[in-house]
């Protein structure tokens, strides 16, 4: 066998060893997720397929070498995009032309672990309801039953146990357990005589029904005497994707896990006239308020304690750092009327219980710097400040 060969052989071995690592397969085994992405499988797959088919067209000879050829040249567009999909990410190409997206601000982002990003942590329950697969790692805690929160445990005779529901934003999306809404609450709420343990039963993605699913389910598991529902943003969410689901809107962004597809889509947006007019039909639909209804019957039912507080949005924040941020020029553009949606929706719902329904649009109207890390989601600081907000309020309406 000749020095060029060996040399040939050798390569064409080593790019199917990197194929085999750069895999799907690979980047499950290397990285310990266990589900990917549908970004990540495909960008992967096409890096993959293209590694291998180069290490077949060095190995083979003859015919099988000219097919080989013949398959790089079809494989490599493919290739190529896929190159270029990992060069967007790694720019973070859509938040720089519109941004959606920063956590600079965030303390502990580097600990968040890439397994709660994943499919993979969720198990279904019956009844519609998704709640987290046990996990554990640095800082962040999921018990059996698949909260993040402390398992149950018997209850003391002077004990008032409060159960705060609510969507990622409550569960603490790219914070530690500490620093969530619930841990904090724990503790700054003082109520005279009482023994008070908060439990968070934050669900991804939930709307107050949802969250009253969630309730429904753990209430007497956990033997709860009062319910704090911290809501609204993801029914405004999906009152806007309903609103806007043939335009480019909420639903269209935020969909797609491809960089490029993001950011094509937020150049789209940056141009283009996002002046969307609201249909009629859309005018009374208020699941906030109907949740609350629901809501309501069912603590009269259980004889609990309810109150429901009107998560904020950038949207609804007055401070500088705010309304004049990057992000929330980009939310504005990309999301079109969210604001005014998320004024009539909350303006329902307050209607709907003046006392019980406590409006926090402006717990961050006096923050000096960064709260929010998406038009939703915000740092360690916004969970102190709002946790504080909840605690004065119910504090002061001590049973």
């Known amino acids: 066998m000749t020095r060029d060969r060996w040399i040939e052989l050798t390569v064409a071995v080593a790019l199917a060893l990197l194929a085999a690592a750069l895999s799907p397969w690979g980047f499950t085994l290397l990285t310990g997720r266990p589900v990917l992405s549908l970004r990540v499988t495909a960008v992967s797959a096409a890096i993959a397929i293209f590694l291998l088919v180069v290490a077949f067209a060095l190995a083979a000879r003859g015919r099988a070498r000219t097919i080989g050829f013949h398959l790089m040249l079809w494989t490599f567009p493919v290739a190529l995009l896929a190159s270029l999909e990992i060069g967007a990410i790694a720019l973070h190409l859509a938040d720089r032309i519109l941004p959606l997206e920063d956590n ?16 993979a942590r969720w198990k279904d329950v019956g009844d519609g309801l998704r709640v987290y697969r046990p996990f554990t790692s640095d800082g962040i805690a999921i018990n059996g039953l698949g909260l993040r929160t402390a398992a149950p445990t018997p209850k003391t005779p002077d004990e008032w146990r409060i159960a705060v529901t609510g969507g990622s934003t409550l569960f603490g999306y790219r914070v530690l357990d500490a620093d969530t809404i619930p841990a904090r609450l724990q503790g700054a709420i003082r109520v005279p005589d009482r023994k008070v343990t908060v439990y968070n039963f934050g669900i991804e993605g939930a709307t107050l029904k949802g969250e009253l699913t969630v309730l429904r389910r753990f209430r007497d598991i956990y033997a709860i005497d009062q319910v704090i529902f911290y809501t609204g943003g993801n029914d405004v969410t999906l009152n806007h994707m309903n609103r806007d689901a043939a335009g480019l809107g909420l639903a269209a962004a935020q969909t797609t896990g491809f960089e490029l597809v993001r950011a094509a889509l937020r150049v789209v947006a940056l141009w283009s006239d996002q002046t969307t007019p609201e249909p009629a039909a859309a005018v009374d639909r208020n699941s906030l308020r109907d949740g609350i209804a629901e809501a309501q019957s069912y603590c009269a039912a259980t004889a609990m304690h309810c109150d429901f507080f009107l998560q904020p949005l950038i949207f609804t924040c007055k401070s500088a750092s705010c309304r004049q941020s990057a992000l929330a020029h980009g939310v504005a553009r990309l999301y079109p009327g969210m604001e005014e949606i998320t004024a009539r929706i909350y303006a329902g719902a307050l ?40 605690a004065a309020t119910l504090s002061a309406r001590a049973p």
């Open 104 to 119: 600079s601000s965030l303390r502990n982002q580097n600990r968040y672990p890439g397994y709660l990003f994943s499919d």
């Open 351 to 390: 209607a709907q219980d003046p006392r019980h329904v406590i409006d926090l649009r402006d717990a961050f109207d006096q923050a000096s710097g960064p709260i929010y890390t998406d038009f939703i989601h915000v740092n360690e600081e916004g969970n102190r400040i709002a946790a504080e907000r909840i």
